[in-house]
């Protein structure tokens, strides 16, 4: 089954300071790389996606990096906020597109 | 525009007993997947739907799972009997169509097996 790595586990970083979180995947070849968002309580949200022939896709404060030889990817969260204080997971499209498999959460607080 | 209803939002059960969970996907979203979250995880795929068809049971464990989708619109997972390495957060979710990386999920159900 196809796994993705994610680090760190956890994370913490001083508001208005950058978070990164990374992840690796294995062979294959993928049809997105998204990243999900979750709150305590409450279920994932996309919150950025890219296409693995783009190297980099920014959303606000948002930006992913895709390193296709190294097959990694990770988020950069620029002014890293309190409201940011969240689980981030990424993601592997799958399966010919039809199944997302998830890495194992990266706890991000953002400190005042 | 509403999104994945999910109930019950928590349910305490005793090992042996069984247990349904029930999820209305965003309107006009064709395919629906069950998820299993355990503490500290990602979600991991139990099943998906495109309308009635469940296309995608390979990780459901069908000793003691299962799932329906009669209408192809809202869906039951039911797990009989229940042990402990079953609790965990049961999320639903929805997309337009298969193959999308954006999905929409459901708040979860959090089962507590005693």
């Known amino acids: 089954q196809q796994q993705v790595k994610q680090s760190p586990q956890s994370l913490i970083v001083q508001k208005g300071g950058i978070s990164i979180i990374n992840c690796a995947y294995e062979?294959?070849?993928?049809?997105?790389f998204p990243w999900y968002q979750q709150f305590p309580g409450k279920g994932p949200a996309l919150l950025i996606a890219?296409?693995?022939?783009?190297s980099e896709k920014k959303e606000g404060r948002f930006t992913i990096s895709f390193n296709k030889s190294a097959k990694q990817f990770s988020l950069h969260i620029m002014d890293s906020q309190p409201g940011d204080s969240a689980t981030y997971f990424c993601?592997?499209?799958?399966?010919?597109?039809?199944?997302?498999?998830f890495g194992t959460g990266t706890q991000l607080k953002v400190e005042l | 525009e509403a999104g994945v209803v999910q109930s019950p939002r928590y349910k305490i059960i005793e090992k042996k007993q069984p247990v349904a969970f029930w999820c209305n996907p965003i309107?006009?979203?064709?395919?629906l997947y069950w998820y299993r979250q355990n503490l500290g995880q990602g979600p991991e795929l139990l099943i998906r739907?495109?309308?009635?068809?469940?296309?995608?049971d390979s990780q459901l464990p069908k000793d003691r799972f299962s799932a329906e989708r009669l209408k192809g619109v809202d869906s039951t997972l039911k797990i009989q009997p229940a042990e402990l390495g079953d609790s965990a957060v049961y999320l639903c979710?929805?997309?337009?169509?298969?193959?999308?990386?954006?999905?929409?999920f459901g708040p979860g159900t959090r089962l507590t097996v005693t």
């Open positions: 979710a929805s997309s337009l169509a298969g193959g999308s990386y954006e999905q929409y």
């Open positions: 739907y495109e309308n009635e068809e469940a296309v995608d």
């Open positions: 062979n294959t070849a993928f049809d997105y």
């Open positions: 309107s006009g979203h064709n395919t």
């Open positions: 993601a592997i499209l799958t399966g010919g597109g039809n199944k997302l498999t």
């Open positions: 890219i296409r693995p022939d783009v």
